[in-house]
């Protein structure tokens, strides 16, 4: 079946300017991870969804960072005013929900920040 | 804080040898661990997942788990170049929805 896809793979912007990424779980998933990886790094739990309850936001940064997921499923990381350390791969992960779970990895977005 | 703690290494094997990679925790109510492997430039991908004390075995690799030492440890059997990657650590957090990992152990196998 599908895995976990991420977009765009790859996303240069200029320092200041907003970022979107989106994340699309692996269906009948429940849980939502997002993750920062910073180069030779381990990573960075950034924010977890889980069903309809509010989310898990104790790993963002700042409040630039903000993220959201519709209707359960897509999932949307957006970096408000970019600067060049938050220049990493996001990765986004889903699984059935909860510790007890596999948590399945996409590909991740390469952003670089110029 | 809930840690995960790995030697980050590199560890290095040579081609045929048994690579054993550990990995000790923090959260003495963690029931769930799991190995995953990261090539360079990629994603982590998922290898083993184990719940219970003892042994796990699923092709060359074998994930043993002892609850009493909070120690985890991945063995790699007949290790190839292939194998040569970083080797992620993961426990389940006894009280939020989260996994914890460790930081890696590269793992070098030499022809």
């Known amino acids: 079946g599908a895995g976990v896809s991420q977009s765009p793979s790859n996303k240069v912007t200029e320092k200041g300017k907003d970022v979107e990424l989106r994340c699309d779980p692996i269906?009948?998933?429940?849980?939502l991870y997002w993750y920062r990886q910073s180069l030779g790094q381990g990573l960075e739990f950034l924010i977890y969804f889980q069903g309809n309850s509010a989310p898990d936001k104790s790993g963002l940064p700042s409040d630039r960072f903000s993220a959201e997921r519709t209707g359960g499923s897509v999932s949307t990381l957006t970096i408000q005013r970019t600067q060049q350390e938050d220049s990493a791969v996001y990765l986004c992960?889903?699984?059935?929900?909860?510790?007890?779970?596999?948590?399945?990895f996409g590909p991740g977005t390469r952003l670089t920040v110029t | 804080q809930k840690e995960v703690e790995q030697n980050s290494g590199p560890l290095s094997v040579p081609e045929g040898a048994i690579a054993s990679l550990n990995c000790t925790y923090s959260?003495?109510?963690?029931?769930?661990f799991f190995w995953y492997r990261q090539y360079s430039g990629k994603s982590p991908e998922l290898i083993m997942s184990?719940?219970?004390?003892g042994d796990k075995e699923d092709g060359r690799f074998t994930a043993q788990l002892n609850k009493a030492s909070q120690y985890v440890s991945l063995l790699i059997r007949d290790s190839q170049p292939s194998d040569s990657a970083t080797y992620l650590c993961a426990a389940g957090s006894s009280n939020t929805g989260k996994l914890i990992f460790g930081q890696g152990t590269t793992l070098q196998v030499k022809p």
């Open positions: 992960a889903s699984s059935l929900g909860g510790p007890s779970y596999e948590q399945y």
């Open positions: 269906s009948g998933h429940t849980a």
């Open positions: 959260d003495r109510g963690s029931q769930s």
């Open positions: 184990i719940y219970s004390n």
